[in-house]
């Protein structure tokens, strides 16, 4: 195994001794998380999108859930690389320039989800228990800032990989993409436990920690909260929120466990091999799973989603026609549709409700 800590490297993969079809179930495996990850995740961005272009108000979920699809998004553009890489044997031949461009592609992009995942866990904090207090800074700009602010940290958080990503020479002339650490050895320990600290425990302990006070403050607070309608949409999305983190973390533990237990693991058996490979698979698989729970879990995107594929309405003739009173009645009827006579109204005595 080789010092490539951060990009899917395969040369781990035991080509040679490996079962029959082994490689082809995983490249079935991969190539289906690719296809319905790209696929669920452009529906969501299409979705919300579309919403906005139809000038519906934003919402802070929105933002928050948009550019999580679209980080997905980038990450599973990579795997086309990576399966190229299963079917070479761990063998890379798209050059220097591409193999930093992708491992810094899919390092960025697992960090940016992280970090996205957390500021909402943090923003369900804000809705729930300070639903009015800090109301004034849960807007869609201030959602957008944070945003920015979490892909500044992310690429402040990579720079090893924009420095070291390079080609490791294989044997028989071939090279693979992996990170070349200055010194293999030590370097590596030492940013195995920096990926998986920066990336993976502390944002997993903040998420603990939020979602353990909301439970805590849902619980015991007695004081009036807002409207019915506001807070069963907070608990919806709420629930979302959690679900979202749950896959997360769910998914992507095994790889950073697997990555600890490498810096113990000279020579990693076939077990392991596959191990990891499975691990690889459950990280992407979590970028094809999100946009199920969005559809799942939130009553209001699948509306939305209804009203984005909805097809184009249709053309409308306006007649006016008069009743009692000489107020004018306007009727919008689909062009070519026979215009029946205007019933005339009967009055009635109970007020609609």
């Not at 990989?161 to 390079?166: E, N, P, R, S």
């Not at 970028?287 to 009553?299: A, M």
């Not at 026609?321 to 107020?327: I, Q």
């Amino acid at each position: 195994m080789t010092a490539c800590v951060l990009f899917r490297c395969f040369v781990v993969s035991p080509a040679a001794d490996s079962p029959p079809h082994y490689n082809t179930i995983l490249l079935v495996i991969f190539g289906g998380i690719f296809l319905f990850g790209i696929l669920g995740n452009s529906i969501v961005i299409y979705t919300i999108m579309k919403k906005t272009k139809c000038r519906a108000k934003q919402t802070v979920p929105d933002v928050f859930i948009l550019n999580l699809s679209i980080v997905d998004v980038l990450f599973l553009l990579g795997m086309p690389f990576l399966i190229h890489q299963l079917l070479g044997n761990g063998t890379w031949r798209f050059g220097a320039t591409m193999c930093t461009v992708i491992t810094v592609l899919d390092s960025n992009s697992q960090i940016v989800s992280t970090y996205i995942l957390t500021a909402m866990t943090l923003d369900r904090y804000v809705a729930t228990v300070h639903p009015i207090r800090f109301n004034y800074i849960r807007t869609p700009c201030v959602a957008c800032f944070i945003i920015a602010v979490v892909w500044a940290l992310s690429l402040i958080t990579i720079i090893p990989v924009w420095m070291y990503a390079d080609l490791m020479p294989l044997p028989g002339g071939l090279v693979a993409c992996a990170l070349l650490l200055p010194d293999p050895v030590t370097n590596t320990y030492w940013f195995t436990l920096y990926q998986f600290f920066l990336a993976f425990a502390i944002p997993l302990a903040i998420i603990c920690r939020v979602f353990f006070k909301i439970l805590q403050h849902m619980s015991t607070s007695v004081a009036p909260l807002p409207q019915r309608s506001l807070r069963v949409r907070v608990r919806n999305v709420t629930r979302m929120a959690v679900a979202i983190c749950l896959a997360f973390f769910i998914c992507w533990a095994p790889y950073y466990i697997l990555q600890l237990v490498h810096l113990g693991v000279q020579n990693p058996s076939m077990a392991f091999s596959y191990a990891y490979n499975i691990a690889i698979s459950m990280g992407y698989a979590n970028s094809c799973i999100n946009p199920f729970l969005y559809i799942v879990l939130s009553e209001t995107f699948k509306k939305q989603f209804v009203r984005a594929v909805r097809p184009a309405n249709r053309k409308f003739n306006v007649h006016s026609s008069t009743t009692e009173g000489d107020s004018v009645c306007m009727r919008m009827v689909p062009e070519g549709a026979h215009l029946e006579p205007a019933p005339r109204e009967i009055p009635s005595s109970v007020e609609p409700q």
